[in-house]
């Protein structure tokens, strides 16, 4: 959890103008700020712009005001860049919001674009959704949870034919959203290498997910082709992760010496692999998902420090 503050809050009355500042507001679940002209029933009811980046632009001698870039927050404390879509952000004591969308095309005659030849908000701002609604005022706190995206993908030529239920998707699941992570697709391929290797590109270069667990498609069959797929698509290795799974599952039963399983990076997604059952899947990702967050925390830039000290 990260803990910024608000600075300043804006809204307007017409779409197209500047936004100005007002002490608090009302904020609308599914809706926006009360009186808005951009709030409404869409994934960009609240825009949020750092002060850090609007004081770096002011002083290349942009002079504007809180609320010109059409910004609804002005926070002070994090650089919003760093958040991905799905993050949640708690404002005071009741207001969520849910980041949607990073970034944004500036609108065609922006004044600040023409003057300064460049405008922060299509780079720098973000938007988000009102999960919850209440009332936020100048000073009040902000706690960001950076919440990171888990793409499932099934390899089961039974069960894509469904000839079988697939439950170890469930299983990862389940144990991802009690770890706090937003599960944002499940998929079941057959146990196809070029389908696999397609799916895992599409995801990674896409920047659909943070971390992707495939389940299936590990042991010695002539039909598992779970880590050649993932080989090919890999940039960099992680091979750390899958010796822990081995090790730790070794402690079930000696059958997890014959799992094939890889891990590695492509782009800024993680991908893991994961055996076919129920049970091994749970075993398996037990063994390592303490540790999964530090992990994905460092691959997107947002700690580097892996230092082990006394505490731990």
């Known amino acids: 959890m990260v803990n910024a503050k608000v600075i300043a809050i804006c809204k307007s009355n017409i779409k197209g103008t500047s936004k100005v500042c007002i002490p608090n507001a009302e904020f609308v679940e599914e809706w926006g700020i009360k009186n808005d002209a951009h709030a409404g029933n869409w994934h960009r009811q609240i825009s949020l712009l750092s002060k850090e980046k609007i004081d770096r632009f002011n002083e290349k001698g942009a002079n504007v005001e809180y609320g010109a870039f059409g910004e609804n927050i002005v926070l002070q404390g994090y650089d919003l860049k760093t958040l991905p879509i799905g993050s949640i952000i708690e404002i005071g004591d009741s207001v969520v919001l849910r980041v949607t ?105 896409s920047k659909k997910a943070d971390l992707i667990l495939t389940t299936g498609g590990t042991g010695l069959s002539q039909r598992d082709i779970t880590p050649e797929a993932t080989k090919q698509v890999i940039t960099k290795e992680v091979p750390g992760l899958s010796e822990a799974i081995r090790y730790q599952t070794m402690k079930y039963t000696n059958k997890a010496m014959l799992t094939r399983g890889v891990s590695g990076i492509r782009k800024n997604t993680l991908i893991i692999n994961l055996s076919g059952s129920p049970i091994a899947v749970e075993e398996q990702l037990n063994s390592i998902v303490d540790v999964l967050k530090h992990g994905l925390d460092t691959l997107i830039g947002i700690s580097s420090d892996c230092a082990r000290t006394k505490e731990n």
Not at 101 to 129: L, V, W, Y
Not at 137 to 155: A, E, G, Q, W
Not at 159 to 185: C, F, P, Q
């Open 101 to 205: 969308q990073i970034g944004k095309q500036c609108h065609s005659g922006c004044d600040i674009a023409q003057r300064m030849g460049e405008c922060i908000m299509p780079t720098n701002g973000i938007f988000a959704r009102v999960i919850n609604g209440g009332k936020v005022s100048i000073n009040d706190d902000i706690r960001i949870f950076k919440k990171h995206r888990v793409s499932i993908i099934t390899l089961s030529d039974k069960a894509y034919n469904k000839e079988r239920i697939d439950t170890s998707s469930d299983v990862i699941k389940k144990i991802m959203l009690e770890k706090n992570y937003d599960v944002v697709s499940k998929t079941i391929l057959p146990d196809e290498k070029e389908a696999l290797e397609n799916l895992l590109i599409e995801i990674c270069d």
